[in-house]
């Protein structure tokens, strides 16, 4: 009866452990707002004129992209 169970409960528990629907859409959002906030603060520091932290960060991505 014991064994029995417990086959229930594991069966239970991997059915929304393997359960993995929408976690591609999630992570398609998530990257989404990373992109947005990097770009949001690239023309927050554009607007004070080029400042250097602007330049900074228009350099870094350029270098990450070079290195791609």
Known sequence: ??????????????KYVNNERG???????????????????????VQGNGSSIANAIVEKIAELIGKM
């Open 23 to 45: 976690a591609q859409a999630l992570e398609w959002v998530a990257l989404g707002l990373v992109v947005l906030a990097v770009m949001a603060a690239v023309a927050t520091a």
């Open 1 to 14: 009866m014991m064994r029995k169970m417990y086959e229930n409960l594991t069966v239970t528990i991997n």
